[in-house]
């Protein structure tokens, strides 16, 4: 199963962990302190761990974590855990972080984000941004017995590589592939234009084949949709407009939504079954999705500016 390849036994990350309330549904760490990259800032022994929690119980958890690491908070400390859960779940992309923490040795930065809200995010991609972490290789560090929680981080991957294949020509590489799947949290991302590295996702891919093969290789050799030929890294799926219908109609519902927008003209009415059968059957459907993937990032994105803008007008 995919998930096993996530999972990891880090003495590191374990004795880090053990400073927060144990209640945790996942935890994982990601980025360039877990795995290698490429580029000018590859120096991973150095870098900073970024850690999630996933938590049932967000009040109750930061409670907890308010009590044992009072100093990781800003000035919302003093607002109590009820008024941190209601900006975590209301504001941004429903994660709470506290960062710059030095913990064990190292330099960390963790966000909190509720069980549920996440799970929303892997099914149907709202936001993207956790579930975006989650199709890249990470280490998880604790997770508990909650079988939707693992189906939804099942679903995700799968849904992050029917993208990709909609997005790809009928034979690739594997690099092709994870290019495509560790790109599509970025599609639209401003700072892909200014300010971060444009070869980032490169940077993130190239040093890790192989944990991107762990994490993907047993969908890849299940789909009945694709020859997977592990041995020479290459792939074929199937490009057929029945095809294409059938891996549209798996999408996460965002991005049948943006997609239906774009190509619904005004005054059709149709719904978002008809739309995606005339996009299975349009020699651009790669293309289409490529928009409706750019679309839903450029949105998310923007309603977290707004909301965060709307959230400091209310507290100054």
Avoid at 38 to 52: H, I, R
Avoid at 158 to 165: E, I, P, R
Avoid at 192 to 202: A, Y
């Amino acid at each position: 199963m995919a998930l096993q390849a996530l999972q990891s036994s880090g003495v590191t990350f374990r004795k880090i962990l053990s400073h927060f309330p144990e209640e945790l549904s996942l935890a994982f760490v990601y980025g360039s302190g877990v795995y290698r990259q490429a580029g000018p800032s590859s120096d991973q022994k150095n870098a900073m761990l970024d850690f999630v929690f996933t938590v049932d119980d967000p009040v109750a958890w930061h409670s907890k974590n308010l009590k044992k690491n009072w100093r990781h908070y800003s000035f919302l400390k003093v607002l109590g855990p009820k008024m941190i859960t209601s900006i975590q779940n209301n504001y941004g992309a429903g994660v709470y972080y506290n960062s710059l923490i030095m913990c064990d040795g190292r330099l960390i930065k963790y966000g909190v984000i509720s069980t549920n809200i996440l799970i929303e995010d892997l099914l149907n991609w709202n936001n993207l941004y956790i579930a975006g972490r989650l199709q890249k290789p990470v280490k998880i560090i604790s997770m508990n017995e909650d079988v939707t929680l693992r189906s939804a981080l099942d679903r995700n991957l799968k849904s992050a590589v029917t993208t990709a294949f909609l997005m790809l020509p009928e034979s690739f590489s594997e690099e092709d592939l994870f290019i495509e799947i560790a790109g599509l949290s970025y599609s639209g991302d401003f700072r892909m234009v200014v300010g971060e590295d444009k070869t980032k996702v490169l940077n993130i891919v190239k040093p890790n084949i192989a944990h991107f093969r762990e994490l993907y290789g047993s969908i890849l050799q299940e789909n009945p949709q694709v020859v997977y030929k592990s041995q020479q890294g290459r792939l074929e799926i199937d490009k057929s407009p029945e095809g294409q219908f059938t891996q549209l109609m798996t999408l996460p519902k965002s991005l049948q939504q943006q997609i239906h927008h774009i190509m619904d003209s005004p005054g059709k009415n149709r719904d978002v079954e008809e739309t995606l059968f005339q996009v299975a059957h349009d020699p651009d459907c790669g293309d289409v999705v490529r928009l409706g993937m750019k679309k839903s990032v450029i949105y998310s994105s923007l309603k977290l500016h707004k909301m965060w803008k709307g959230w400091l007008r209310k507290t100054s």
